[in-house]
């Protein structure tokens, strides 16, 4: 069983920045290949970046390219989302998943369903 626990949201202004962490426990954490998503209010959880384990190859959203930076130092089971450049609608709950799933291509890594585990958020508000 794989813990994990988000850190890093908080209150920015837009173009501001903010670095999450995510911490795993519980498990070889380089088995997994991590994403990050982000849910709104009244809206569907969505795909924002994600890792493969050793951290060779990684997969963006769109809204997130030249902006956002998806790392992990797996000798510190961490993993981070480096957000540059914030915008208002960037506001939601970010969260981290572990996917054991070893196929790496970008339709799995953007679905929810093929992850294992996850956090339980961190609220990010992107507000003047």
């Known amino acids: 069983q794989v813990q994990l626990e988000e850190s890093g949201g908080g209150l920015v202004q837009p173009g501001g920045s903010l670095r999450l962490s995510c911490a795993a426990s519980g498990g070889t954490f380089s088995s997994y290949a991590m994403g990050w998503f982000r849910q709104a209010p009244g809206k569907e959880r969505e795909f924002v970046a994600a890792i493969s384990r050793l951290g060779l190859n990684t997969y963006y959203t769109d809204s997130g390219k030249g902006r956002f930076i998806i790392s992990r130092v797996n000798a510190k089971n961490t993993a981070y989302l480096q957000m540059n450049s914030l915008k208002p609608e960037d506001t939601a709950v970010y969260y981290c998943?572990?996917?054991?799933?070893?196929?790496?291509?970008?339709?799995?890594?953007?679905?929810?369903?093929?992850?294992?585990?996850w956090g339980q958020g961190t609220q990010v508000t992107v507000s003047s």
């Open positions: 998943a572990a996917a054991s799933d070893p196929v790496w291509s970008l339709p799995r890594r953007r679905d929810v369903n093929t992850y294992d585990y």
